[in-house]
C-alpha cells in the first residue's frame, strides 16, 4: 500500500519560513518524480515544484527563488523549503508520486501524477 505522508505545515508570519516534508512508502522511490501542489480555498489544485530521481526540478513561477525542493533516495523523502512566505501562499500543500519519463515538464501536469498525500496546511499572516 502506497502512503505519503507530509507533515511541517503550520502558521506563519509574512515573510517567515516552513519547511514541509513528505515520507513515502510502499513504492520503488527512484522510479517517481517527486511535486508539491497547492490548493487554497475555491481555487484549483495547483503545481508548485517537482523534482526528478536525478534532483532536477522545476518550479511555478510564482514561487521560483523563494521555495527549494529536495529528496532524499536513501531515505524515501521530498522536502519544499519555503521562504519569504506571502499571504497568498496559504493553502493546503499536497505532495504527489508520478512515474518517472524522459523529460522534466510533465511533472508539472496534475494529471501526470499516480499517488497522493492528504495534505498539510500552510497559513500566512499579513
Known amino acids: 500500500q502506497v502512503q505519503l505522508v507530509e507533515s511541517g505545515g503550520g502558521l506563519v508570519q509574512a515573510g517567515g519560513s516552513l519547511r514541509l516534508s513528505c515520507a513515502a512508502s510502499?513504492?520503488?522511490?527512484?522510479?517517481?518524480?517527486m511535486g508539491w501542489f497547492r490548493q487554497a480555498p475555491g481555487k484549483e489544485r495547483e503545481f508548485v515544484a517537482a523534482?526528478?530521481?536525478?534532483?532536477?526540478?522545476i518550479y511555478q513561477d510564482s514561487v521560483k527563488s523563494r521555495f527549494t525542493i529536495s529528496r532524499d533516495n536513501a531515505k524515501n523523502t521530498v522536502a519544499l523549503q519555503m521562504n519569504s512566505l506571502k499571504p497568498e501562499d496559504t493553502a493546503v500543500y499536497y505532495c504527489?508520486?508520478?512515474?518517472?519519463?524522459?523529460?522534466?515538464?510533465?511533472?508539472?501536469?496534475?494529471?501526470?501524477?499516480?499517488?497522493w498525500g492528504q495534505g498539510t496546511q500552510v497559513t500566512v499572516s499579513s
Open positions: 504527489a508520486a508520478a512515474p518517472l519519463r524522459a523529460g522534466l515538464a510533465y511533472l508539472s501536469r496534475r494529471t501526470e501524477y499516480t499517488y
Open positions: 510502499g513504492l520503488t522511490f527512484s522510479g517517481y518524480g
Open positions: 523534482i526528478s530521481w536525478s534532483g532536477s526540478n
